[in-house]
T-cell receptor, first 114, second 114 residues
Framework: DSGVTQTPKHLITATGQRVTLRCSPRSGDLSVYWYQQSLDQGLQFLIQYYNGEERAKGNILERFSAQQFPDLHSELNLSSLELGDSALYFC?????????????FGPGTRLLVL | AQSVSQHNHHVILSEAASLELGCNYSYGGTVNLFWYVQYPGQHLQLLLKYFSGDPLVKGIKGFEAEFIKSKFSFNLRKPSVQWSDTAEYFCAVNAPGGSYIPTFGRGTSLIVHP
């Protein structure tokens, strides 16, 4: 157990819908990262938040957004869902940001868009 | 931009065989290097990491990796694999050029036959 929690574990929804994925980082970690894992794309970095502020952006679609709250938990919002959004979404956390940081991953949310 | 290559996409071994998984990266400066393992249906777990110092790094479960700067490589090794090592293995690199956001390789699927 890494100490990073994610809910829900599984999510089944329809195209066009909107969902929210939730992540709680390890105790004391200020940085949260979101990744999408699919068979064809591998593990793709989406976005990073550090202490409530957006820190870095990766291959995140405009239909997706995220935020980190004062208690440091983070939510990833996926809207206007398409079939191709079906994937595993992982959250990771690290103590801070930058060099010499190690990411610890949560169990993931498996999203299926029908 | 930094990139990570894992040349072996699928590896099949018998128990007690030796394992070496290749990882090469493209960034020329100081790097932090990681190997993660993902057991079937589970999240990514850190196997080992290299930040500085001794280029031969020992990790959990008998794994080790060697950083060879001149070859831009960080290969993962285990002298004798077990059936329980069946998993997906990911190499990751973070570097100043990538804002210290880890870039992951596409992964190597290892199947160990009992």
């Amino acid at each position: 157990d890494s100490g990073v929690t994610q809910t829900p574990k599984h999510l089944i929804t329809a195209t066009g819908q909107r969902v929210t994925l939730r992540c709680s980082p390890r105790s004391g970690d200020l940085s949260v990262y979101w990744y999408q894992q699919s068979l064809d794309q591998g593990l793709q970095f989406l976005i990073q938040y550090y202490n409530g502020e957006e820190r870095a952006k990766g291959n995140i679609l405009e239909r997706f957004s995220a935020q980190q709250f004062p208690d440091l938990h983070s939510e990833l919002n996926l809207s206007s869902l398409e079939l191709g959004d079906s994937a595993l979404y992982f959250c990771a956390s690290s103590a801070r940001t930058g060099e010499f940081e190690t990411q610890y991953f949560g169990p993931g949310t498996r999203l299926l868009v029908l | 931009a930094q990139s990570v290559s894992q040349h072996n996409h699928h590896v099949i071994l018998s128990e007690a065989a030796s394992l070496e998984l290749g990882c090469n990266y493209s960034y020329g400066g100081t790097v932090n290097l990681f190997w993660y393992v993902q057991y079937p249906g589970q999240h990514l777990q850190l196997l080992l990491k290299y930040f500085s110092g001794d280029p031969l790094v020992k990790g959990i479960k008998g794994f080790e990796a060697e950083f060879i700067k001149s070859k831009f490589s960080f290969n993962l090794r285990k002298p004798s694999v077990q059936w329980s090592d069946t998993a997906e293995y990911f190499c990751a690199v973070n570097a100043p050029g990538g804002s210290y956001i880890p870039t992951f390789g596409r992964g190597t699927s290892l199947i160990v036959h009992p």
